[in-house]
């Protein structure tokens, strides 16, 4: 019997340019955070970008984008119209299924929504699609990568080394699937107390640095704790949006200029 390659069923989304996964192997670190920020500041150095929410179980776009209970509406070739903001083409779950409801679903029906995800939305002409992804290594993001060929992927940590196992979990995994590691981004870096200019160290600076540089992979952005990010993201407003002056803005905003 002939051996199946599972990535032959891989199909570029017609217009979109790049395709770009950003991940983590553990949860809460920044995803989606960064991804939200990173793709408004694509936007505003002049790409064209799309940003769809990978996260079936846990969509974090509709209430970051203030996009909250909208719904997204079918054209006339019967695809999916992505919402806007930002400039920046939007498609989540949380546009099709309430957002109180659990999606309670198996393996193939994530494949399901996925392949929709990605052939059923017009994007129309993208310089690039960021991918936001649940946390871990499992379905989702194998489904993502059999599907379209990806660019690459952004591996998103905090400092400490218990973070640091999940970073090389992510960095197995898009190995393993033959997707080039763009770099890892570092978020919560640092925090500077109200009042104070000196940079407290949230969390324990541990052998990340080392790490990667021995292995060649890039630190591509370190992003500052600041409660305004998480502000920013409960009102729907990105920080590189409602205050783009801001230090955790730049660090945004740098990340996208080496990302270009
Ligand atoms: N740099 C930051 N400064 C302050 N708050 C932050 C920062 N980055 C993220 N947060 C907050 O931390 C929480 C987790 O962030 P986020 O949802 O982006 O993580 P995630 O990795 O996508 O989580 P999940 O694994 O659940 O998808 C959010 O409340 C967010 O507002
Ligand atoms: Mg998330």
Same mark, same amino acid.
């Given at each position: 019997?002939a $051996?199946m ?10 217009g ?22 990173? @793709?408004?500041?694509? @936007? *505003? ?8 929410d ?10 970051m984008? !203030? $996009?909250?209970?909208?719904k997204v509406e079918?054209g006339?070739d ?13 498609m ?5 299924i ?11 029906m994530?494949? *399901?929504? =996925?392949d +929709? ?6 994007? !129309? ?7 936001d992804?649940?946390?871990? $290594?499992?379905?989702i993001?194998?489904?993502?990568a ?5 660019? !690459? ?5 905090t ?13 197995? =995994?898009?190995?393993?699937? +033959? ?8 978020? =919560? ?5 109200p009042?104070?200019t000196e940079?407290? +160290?949230?969390f &324990?600076?541990g ?33 590189v949006?409602?205050? &783009? $002056? ?5 660090a ?6 080496r990302?270009?």
């Amino acid at each position: 019997m002939a $051996t199946m390659n599972p990535f032959e069923q891989q199909q570029a989304i017609p217009g979109v340019k790049r395709i770009i996964a950003v991940s983590s192997g553990k949860g809460g670190v920044g995803k989606s955070t960064v991804a939200v920020n990173l @793709a408004a500041a694509l @936007a *505003k150095r002049g790409l064209k970008v799309g940003l769809l929410d990978a996260d079936i179980y846990g969509p974090s776009l509709p209430r970051m984008s !203030g $996009t909250l209970h909208q719904k997204v509406e079918i054209g006339a070739d019967k695809k999916l119209i992505p919402l806007e903001r930002f400039k920046v083409k939007l498609m989540s779950i949380g546009y099709l299924i309430d957002e109180d409801l659990a999606v309670v679903w198996r393996g193939p029906m994530l494949f *399901k929504a =996925m392949d +929709q995800f990605l052939r059923d939305v017009a994007w !129309g002409e993208l310089d690039v699609l960021l991918v936001d992804l649940p946390p871990g $290594t499992g379905d989702i993001q194998l489904s993502l990568a059999q599907k379209v060929p990806l660019s !690459g992927a952004i591996a998103v940590s905090t400092p400490q080394d218990v973070a640091l196992m999940d970073v090389k979990k992510a960095i197995d =995994m898009w190995a393993r699937v +033959q997707v080039p590691l763009l770099g890892v981004v570092e978020n =919560m870096s640092w925090f500077v107390p109200p009042g104070q200019t000196e940079r407290v +160290q949230l969390f &324990p600076k541990g052998a990340m640095d080392s790490w990667l540089r021995e292995r060649g992979i890039a630190k591509i952005g370190e992003v500052p704790f600041h409660p305004g990010v998480g502000i920013g993201a409960e009102a729907g407003i990105p920080v590189v949006e409602g205050d &783009p $002056t801001s230090d955790e803005a730049k660090a945004f905003s740098e990340i996208a200029a080496r990302l270009i």
